[in-house]
């Protein structure tokens, strides 16, 4: 079924947006299938497609980033995780307003990178950035749930407890919420 969509999703040169769209989503589809090479190929597609629509300063192309960013911590790449986050987040600090849901996932990717390479301190300043953006915005709460995950890890890795538990408590309010 998802190779069915991928082939239909190649006949859609005429409606680059749309394709981009199916070729993230299916890329993202194969990623949480464990299927990371497959993935990879549908993101950058995605990627290149929003490039050649928008030029490299968008909020569709740092979109496409953050997914690739993602990929990269599945991949345990963590330095290109890293820098995909970081190019992510100054195309939206340069195209969208400061308090903007794309900022605030720029940031949450960038966190959890820092997080997955073992860097505590810096994705704490990191994800209150992105935790501030999306409790103030019209962000969505999964967005925030991931923000205050994320950070309540790097919390509980620097021995944090106190605080990482009132985090993990909220948390669980939003989710049930």
Same mark, same amino acid.
């Given at each position: &079924?998802?190779?069915g969509?991928?082939?239909?999703? @190649?006949? &859609?040169?005429?409606?680059? &947006? ?5 070729? +993230? =989503? ?7 299938? @464990?299927?990371?090479?497959?993935? +990879?190929?549908? *993101?950058?597609l #995605? ?9 490299p300063?968008? %909020?569709? $192309? #740092? ?10 911590i ?6 290109? #995780? %890293?820098?995909?986050?970081? %190019?992510?987040? !100054? ?5 969208? /307003?400061? +308090?903007? /849901?794309?900022?605030?996932?720029? *940031? =949450? ?8 390479? @073992?860097?505590?301190? +810096? @994705? $704490?300043? $990191?994800? %209150? ?5 999306? !409790?103030?915005?019209? #962000?969505?709460?999964?967005?925030? $749930?991931d923000?205050?995950?994320y ?10 407890? !106190?605080?990482?538990? !009132? ?11």
């Open positions: &079924l998802l190779d969509g991928v082939r239909n999703a @190649g006949l &859609l040169n005429n409606e680059p &947006l749309v394709q981009a769209d199916l070729y +993230e =989503t299916l890329g993202l589809i194969y990623q949480h299938l @464990g299927k990371l090479d497959r993935a +990879e190929k549908l *993101l950058l #995605a990627l290149n497609r929003r490039q050649s629509v928008f030029g300063n968008n %909020e569709l $192309v #740092a979109r496409s980033l953050v997914a690739l960013a993602y990929l990269r599945d991949q345990a790449q963590f330095p290109d #995780a %890293e820098r995909l986050a970081r %190019e992510a987040l !100054s195309i939206c600090h340069q195209s969208l /307003p400061p +308090e903007t /849901p794309s900022v605030g996932r720029a *940031l =949450t990717a960038l966190g959890s990178v820092l997080f997955h390479d @073992g860097k505590f301190n +810096e @994705g $704490v300043n $990191v994800l %209150e950035q992105a935790v501030r953006i999306e !409790s103030g915005s019209s #962000a969505e709460q999964t967005d925030l $749930v923000s205050l995950t950070l309540a890890n790097c919390h509980q890795h620097l021995g944090h407890s !106190s605080t990482a538990n !009132s985090l993990y408590e909220k948390i669980l309010l939003l989710d049930r919420q």
